[in-house]
């Protein structure tokens, strides 16, 4: 099972740093991504990386904003999320999977342990 945390009302521009860790087992080994799902909206693949931190995505939306890390050795990835804006209002999931890389082919189907997701609202 996988726990996010982090999640907040913040305003237009702010900061927040999104934190994933394993309440059972480890991330260890896998690769990681984190989703985000609006209201009314699907699911959409905002950042990835693998086991090895060699293979990393980000989505088109958040690039340049975004930025994803792991410390294998305390079971935690990290989404750090700056000049956040309106349109990033989602609730926010983690989640892993055994493929080796990321990119932008992937999809909700090929992650197959998931967190129960936080809420990230950014109001302007």
């Known amino acids: 099972q996988l726990e996010e945390s982090g999640g907040g009302l913040v305003q237009v521009g702010a900061s927040l740093r999104l934190s994933c860790t394993a309440s059972?087992?480890?991330?260890?080994?896998?690769?990681m991504g984190w989703f985000r799902q609006a209201p009314g909206r699907e699911r959409e693949f905002v950042a990835g990386?693998?086991?090895?931190?060699?293979?990393?995505y980000y989505a088109d939306p958040v690039k340049g904003r975004f930025t994803i890390s792991r410390d294998p050795f305390k079971t935690t990835v990290y989404l750090q999320m700056n000049s956040l804006k309106s349109e990033d209002t989602a609730l926010y999931y983690c989640?892993?999977?055994?493929?080796?890389?990321?990119?932008?082919?992937?999809?909700?189907?090929?992650?197959?342990?998931w967190g129960q997701g936080t809420q990230v609202t950014v109001s302007s």
């Open positions: 990386i693998n086991w090895t931190r060699d293979s990393i």
């Open positions: 989640a892993s999977t055994q493929l080796r890389s990321v990119d932008e082919f992937l999809t909700p189907s090929d992650f197959h342990i």
């Open positions: 059972t087992g480890s991330i260890a080994g896998y690769t």
